[in-house]
C-alpha cells in the first residue's frame, strides 16, 4: 500500500495509464516537446501570416471593385489559419513516443482539425455564389428573385454542415451514419406531408421566378381578380384591386391559374359600332364613313396608331333592324388604360361635331308605324275585283 503511494507521488499522472497518457508522458524525451512546442506555435505563426497576408489581398481586391476575388481570399483566412495550426501540430506530434491508444486519438483529432477546416472553406465559398445570384438578379425587375437569393444562401449552407457533419461522424468517429440517413428520411417525410402547402407555395414561387408571367407593377388579370401586382413573394403574391382592395394570392394557385397580362400587351384594341338612320341617304353614308377615316387620319389620332402594321379600319358592314352600322376598329399602342380612354373621348367628341355638321343622325332602337293613308306605302292590294270597283266608282 505504501509502495503504490510512492509510486502514485513519483508518478503524478499514473491515473492516465489506462488511456496511454502516462506511457507517452514518460517515454517522451525533452526534445520531444521541444519539438511538439515548436510545431504548435510555427504553426499558429505562419497561419496567422498566411491569413493576414490573404485579408490585404482581398481588402485591395475589394477596393478595385473586383468583389469575386476578394470574397474568395477573404474566405481562405480563417481556413487556412486553422489548417497550419494543424499542420503544425501534426509536425509537432512526430517528436512524441506515443502509445498506440494516443495515436489514434491524436490522428482522429488532426483529421477532425481538417475537416473542420476544409467545410469551414465551404462554407465560406457559399458567399460567391450568393454574390454571383445577386449580380444576376439585380438584372432583373422582378423582386421575387431578390428574396429567393437569402434562402439559397442559408440552404446552401445548411447543406454544407450537414455534410461535413456526416462526413466527420463516419470517418473520424466511426459511426454508422446509415440509421442516422433511413431516420431522417422519414423526419423528412414526415415534415413534407405536414408542410405540402408551404412546398407548392415554394414551387410556385420558383416558377414564377424562372417564366417571369408579370412583374410588379404589372396589371394582370389573376385567379378571377384584375388590378395591379403590389408585390411577389415567396409564399403569396399580393394583387391591388382597381376597387382598392388587397388579394393576397398563394404561389401555388398563381402557378395553376390563367395568368392574363394586361401590361404586356403590344396594343388595345377598340371595336366600335357607329349606327346611323335607316333614312340617311346613300350619298350621306358615304361621307359618314369618309368622316370617320378622316378623323382617324388626323394627326392627334393618328400618333397613338402602329400605322405601318395596324391602320384603322372602318366599314360600312352590316343593315341591321333599326340600323345602318359602321364598324370601326382601331389598335392603340400606348398600352396605358388612362391615356387610351382619353384618346377614345376626344375620337367620340370629335365624331359627334362632325356628323351633326353634316346632319348625319345617329340611331336609336325605333319602331315606325305606317298607315293606310301614307301616299307611298299603300296598303290596300291591287286585284282585279278592286280594279273594277274603282272602275265602277268612276
Known amino acids: 500500500m505504501i509502495s503504490t503511494c510512492l509510486a502514485q507521488t513519483t508518478r503524478p499522472w499514473a491515473f492516465l495509464d489506462r488511456f496511454g497518457v502516462g506511457d507517452t508522458i514518460s517515454q517522451t524525451p525533452l526534445s520531444g516537446w521541444i519539438i511538439l512546442v515548436a510545431g504548435v506555435f510555427g504553426g499558429m505563426l505562419i497561419g496567422k501570416t498566411v491569413s493576414a497576408i490573404f485579408a490585404r489581398i482581398g481588402d485591395h481586391l475589394a477596393t478595385r ?8 481570399f477573404a474566405s481562405l483566412t480563417g481556413p487556412s489559419n486553422l489548417a497550419f495550426v494543424g499542420i503544425g501540430l501534426a509536425i509537432g506530434l512526430t517528436g512524441l513516443d506515443m502509445a498506440d491508444v494516443v495515436q489514434k486519438y491524436t490522428g482522429q483529432s488532426l483529421l477532425l482539425i481538417f475537416v473542420f477546416a476544409l467545410g469551414w472553406l465551404a462554407y465560406n465559398l457559399v458567399d460567391i455564389v450568393d454574390a454571383v445570384l445577386c449580380n444576376l438578379t439585380a438584372k432583373t425587375e422582378s423582386k421575387l428573385d431578390d428574396q429567393l437569393v437569402p434562402l439559397v444562401r442559408k440552404t446552401l449552407k445548411v447543406l454544407v454542415v450537414i455534410v461535413f457533419s456526416l462526413f466527420a461522424a463516419e470517418n473520424v468517429f466511426k459511426a454508422n451514419i446509415g440509421t442516422w440517413l433511413a ?3 422519414i423526419a423528412g417525410l414526415a415534415v413534407s406531408l405536414a408542410a405540402q402547402d408551404s412546398i407548392k407555395n415554394i414551387f410556385g414561387s420558383i416558377t414564377i421566378l424562372l417564366d417571369h408571367p408579370f ?3 404589372d396589371v394582370v388579370t389573376l385567379a378571377g381578380q384584375t388590378g395591379t401586382i403590389e408585390e411577389i413573394g415567396f409564399r403569396s403574391t399580393r394583387l391591388r384591386t382597381f376597387e382598392g382592395a388587397l388579394v ?8 395553376d391559374s390563367e395568368i392574363v397580362n394586361l401590361t404586356a400587351r403590344r396594343s388595345i384594341r377598340r371595336l366600335l359600332n357607329i349606327t346611323i338612320t335607316y333614312d340617311t341617304p346613300l350619298a350621306k353614308v358615304e361621307q359618314a364613313v369618309q368622316i370617320v377615316r378622316e378623323i382617324l387620319g388626323e394627326a392627334e389620332f393618328a400618333r397613338a396608331f402602329d400605322l405601318a402594321k395596324n391602320p384603322p379600319r372602318v366599314f360600312f358592314d352590316e343593315l341591321n333592324a333599326v340600323s345602318l352600322n359602321i364598324r370601326v376598329m382601331y389598335w392603340f399602342t400606348p398600352v396605358d388604360n ?3 380612354l382619353d384618346h377614345n373621348q376626344r375620337f367620340n367628341l370629335a365624331l359627334m361635331r362632325r356628323f351633326e355638321a353634316a346632319g348625319i343622325e345617329f340611331a336609336f332602337p325605333t319602331q315606325t308605324l305606317y298607315l293606310a293613308g301614307d301616299p307611298k306605302r299603300k296598303l290596300a292590294i ?3 275585283q278592286a280594279q273594277s270597283v274603282d272602275h265602277g266608282a268612276a
Do not use: H
Open 183 to 185: 431516420g431522417l428520411g
Open 338 to 340: 388612362w391615356q387610351f
Open 248 to 255: 393576397t394570392i398563394p404561389n401555388a394557385k398563381v402557378a
Open 65 to 72: 471593385q473586383w468583389r469575386l476575388r476578394s470574397i474568395l
Open 382 to 384: 291591287d286585284t282585279p
Open 215 to 217: 412583374f410588379q407593377g
